[in-house]
């Protein structure tokens, strides 16, 4: 059996005596995309941070590509931070090939891999251009090249559609699936649920430095069950706010996704829709990766309180 890529375990990490991790376990496995997710302040980026040895853990353990040691490793993983973290005075050229040097490549090989990323990137023609001088999508594709670019076993992604329009990010997220594709694991860190439920095999949630959801993303969805009627109408925003037995309705006007109250009869309530617009199509689906998320945060949130 193959050794998973991360594995934390109990992983303590505090600030000033706020408890970032509070006893986190986590295990990736090999070869795959997972899915980091969790709001703002949960403990992603401390997670991802002490597990890379950036930090050191006040408590627990990581294993990291079978090694104790993180920095032992480093130059076996790659990483986009949240925050850009390019030279601005630097040629983008000279500054893709200096990253790929550090990381342990020939001066020859960098140069040769930062042309090809380059184009692969479609920043070729800009290749002698200050960083400063780019935009912030420009700036991420680099930063994603960076992380790649020595072909790492380990690549972790905090925010990497930040700043990108929706062609580049469609070619960051044909990369990542090739990353994925060559046997690379992908740790992907993101509040773009729709990229989550497109590319990730397993997932974690955490909230207030615990995991409070995980496991493959299947097997999540089936947990929570074919609990989601999806209306496809032409009835306009808002005329299915309301209706007995549904918990949540997002109604665009165009597609309402209905979830149900967990005692609630499907058909009931697929009569009750169908009297009140006219419907293309309506059929009982699984929850969306969205709506398990705000269900399983705001029920943590609500034990959190209790325990306060």
């Not at 893709?96 to 960098?110: K, M, Q």
């Not at 697929?270 to 699984?286: H, K, N, Q, W």
Request: aromatic content about 4%.
């Amino acid at each position: 059996m193959a050794l998973s890529a991360l594995t934390c375990r109990s992983l303590v990490k505090t600030f000033n005596n706020t408890r970032a991790l509070d006893g986190l376990d986590l295990t990736v496995e090999p070869g795959t995309i997972f899915g980091l997710l969790g709001p703002n302040g949960s403990g992603k980026t401390t997670t991802i941070r002490t597990s890379l040895g950036i930090y050191r853990p006040d408590g627990g353990s990581v294993e990291i590509l079978g090694s104790r040691d993180p920095l032992a490793v480093r130059r076996r993983t790659g990483y986009l931070p949240e925050e850009r973290g390019l030279y601005p005075k630097m040629k983008l050229g000279e500054q893709l090939a200096f990253l790929a040097s550090i990381r342990g490549l020939s001066a020859a090989e960098s140069g040769r891999r930062a042309a090809s990323w380059l184009e692969r990137l479609e920043l070729a023609p800009r290749s002698q251009s200050l960083t400063r001088e780019l935009s912030k999508g420009m700036q991420q594709k680099v930063q994603f090249a960076a992380a790649v670019i020595h072909e790492p076993e380990l690549v972790v992604l905090d925010e990497p559609f930040s700043g990108l329009d929706p062609i580049n990010s469609r070619l960051l997220k044909d990369l990542i699936v090739e990353q994925r594709a060559r046997g690379t694991t992908v740790i992907l860190s993101t509040h773009r649920m729709e990229e989550v439920e497109a590319m990730c095999e397993s997932i974690c949630l955490i909230h207030h430095g615990r995991v409070v959801l995980s496991g493959p993303l299947k097997d999540i969805k089936a947990r929570f069950g074919r609990n989601t009627i999806v209306v496809e109408h032409g009835g306009g925003p808002g005329l299915l706010h309301g209706i007995p037995g549904v918990q949540a309705c997002d109604d665009g006007g165009r597609e309402a996704r209905l979830r149900l109250e967990p005692t609630a009869h499907p058909q009931r309530v697929m009569r009750a829709v169908l009297e009140r617009v006219e419907v293309s199509s309506i059929r009982l689906d699984e929850p969306h990766i969205e709506d398990i998320y705000l269900e399983t945060i705001g029920t943590s949130k609500m034990s959190s309180e209790m325990r306060t």
